[in-house]
């Protein structure tokens, strides 16, 4: 047992010491994951800052059925999908304003289809787009969207086929020629 659950009445009642080797010992190996999930050194940080004032508010009502580092790489591990997803709603919500402003300029027939395959994706349900975009569009393997995701290779492979194959079914019905 370490110092930190020997001492997790000490920190529950607010003890900076024990608070402070909590952050201490945990801080490198929460980063690294926060870090694989979201690529971004900055927001990996606020991420971790997040984690450890959370424990700390919530540090009365830890029960201690997990150990500590338990539940913090659960919480890391949450928060890090919840910045994953808001960053897709950003990203729709910036696929949408890009399609308005192109309409608005569109001339020509590689736009239009260019409009149409945004929307088209749009369309998609979630668990086929995701995967779909950072395999396209973001260049990732089906091993580090497995990692990413939390879901195994195999289903990767399976939801980016039946993406491809509900884009171009949509995309058909759209007018596109491919």
């Not at 190996?29 to 694989?36: E, G, K, Q, R, T």
């Not at 950003?90 to 890009?98: C, G, L």
């Not at 399609?99 to 088209?120: F, G, H, M, P, Y």
């Amino acid at each position: 047992m370490n110092y930190i659950e020997e001492n997790i009445d000490a920190f529950k009642s607010g003890d900076e010491k024990t608070y402070k080797e909590l952050i201490d010992n945990y801080r490198v190996p929460l980063f690294n994951l926060i870090y694989s999930m979201i690529n971004n050194e900055e927001e990996a940080e606020e991420i971790l800052q997040d984690v450890f004032v959370k424990f700390f508010i919530k540090r009365d009502t830890f029960e201690g059925r997990s150990k500590v580092y338990t539940w913090l790489y659960r919480v890391a591990f949450n928060k890090s999908i919840d910045h994953i997803r808001k960053k897709e709603r950003e990203k729709k919500y910036r696929i949408k304003e890009y399609r308005n402003s192109e309409l608005q300029e569109a001339n020509d027939e590689n736009t239009l289809n260019k409009i149409i395959v945004l929307e088209a994706l749009e369309e998609l349900e979630e668990d086929f787009r995701t995967p779909l975009l950072m395999i396209e569009y973001e260049n990732y393997s089906y091993s580090e969207i497995s990692e990413k995701l939390n879901i195994s290779v195999n289903t990767i492979k399976t939801r980016v086929f039946r993406a491809r194959k509900k884009l171009l079914k949509i995309m058909k019905k759209k007018g596109v020629v491919i």
